[in-house]
């Protein structure tokens, strides 16, 4: 079986892999991604199986520009990370928490205080000084987010350093805001409302998460940072080394970066593409340019028909306008 059209020559080395997770993420087991690379290195182009030719354009605008185009200047040489706990059973916490070695800050994805809320006892059990992030996707009403909002709050006090994308809708998260003593972080509101007023945002949240592939690239995440004007904390898309060490470069070059990345996520996954792993060490990540490991390039190679798949994907993104935006931009 092969494509019925030649990738461009500037997807150069185009290896897709299928990485196992460790647990249940986003309802998925494992992570496919499409690498290749250009003059400045290696890129990742892995946008959700279930996302359209839309949105992955800007995935695949943030791969290229990562193959093809050099780094911003960093401010810093390595950047601090937190660990991030999917919803699973409590007595798997510690050891998963293990896999993310110094990171004090954990986000945990729940769905309420009543299922959820040994998740943080476990949490807490673990790493007694913990700053907690509570991820709820939008998945709460407005009434729904005072009430589990104030249980938390209730049984755990001030661990709390943010509760991320609460409920979806923005007079919902202005009318929490005005509520709770509790910070609100903008996750799914950003991609949403990306061609609108993105100041209005300044009114519903404290701290906006922004991640590099979904933003469409570093300079464009950048743009993005600035037209917000909140605290940025940097986070992934469950990336390989590959794409992960893109969003180290995005966040390494911010001014402002007060809070730990969601960039350890690289733990969630049975292994990595790079080695050693870009897993946080004490705590941190270090900016580096990294490329993939040819053993483990070759143990993770996707099938052939899912080979054909992404390439197919590309070519159908790349042929409907995008390779002209990239020759104007001088990409290329
Ligand atoms: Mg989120």
Redesign the pocket.
């Known amino acids: 079986m092969s494509s019925k059209f030649e990738l461009p020559k500037i997807f150069a080395d185009f290896t897709v892999v299928s990485i196992p997770t460790r647990t249940n993420f986003r309802g998925i087991n494992f992570r496919e991604a499409a690498l290749f690379q250009g003059p400045e290195g290696w890129s990742e182009f892995s946008p959700f199986l279930e996302y359209g030719p839309t949105e992955s354009k800007t995935w695949l605008t943030a791969a290229i520009e990562g193959a093809y185009r050099p780094w911003p200047a960093a401010v810093r040489a390595e950047i601090e990370v937190n660990a991030t706990l999917p919803r699973v059973s409590a007595d798997q916490v510690a050891q998963l928490l293990n896999r993310f070695p110094g990171c004090k800050t954990v986000k945990i994805k729940v769905n309420d205080f009543v299922t959820d809320s040994d998740l943080i006892e476990a949490t807490l059990d673990h790493i007694p000084d913990a700053k907690i992030r509570l991820?709820v996707?939008g998945g709460w009403t407005l009434q729904e987010a005072l009430l589990n909002l104030h249980d938390y709050h209730l049984r755990f006090g001030k661990v709390f350093e943010y509760v991320?994308?609460p409920c979806l809708d923005l007079s919902d998260l202005k009318k929490l805001k005005a509520e709770i003593p509790i910070k609100i972080a903008v996750?799914?509101s950003i991609r949403k409302y990306l061609n609108s007023d993105m100041g209005e945002l300044r009114d519903c949240a404290d701290i906006a998460?922004i991640k590099w592939a979904p933003s469409g690239g570093i300079a464009a995440a950048k743009e993005l940072i600035t037209q917000i004007g909140l605290p940025t904390v940097v986070?992934s898309a469950l990336d390989t080394g590959i794409g992960i060490s893109h969003n180290v470069a995005l966040a390494s070059s911010l001014t402002e970066l007060p809070y730990a990345c969601g960039l350890g996520t690289v733990a969630l996954l049975v292994d990595d593409i790079v080695s050693p792993a870009l897993i946080p060490h004490e705590g941190k990540l270090r900016r580096e340019r990294v490329v993939p490991d040819s053993a483990l390039l070759h143990k993770y190679r996707a099938t052939e028909d899912r080979q054909i798949w992404w390439q197919d994907r590309v070519l159908e993104i790349w042929n409907s306008g995008l390779s002209d935006e990239v020759a104007e931009m001088g990409w290329i």
């Open positions: 991820d996707n991320e994308q996750d799914e998460i986070s």
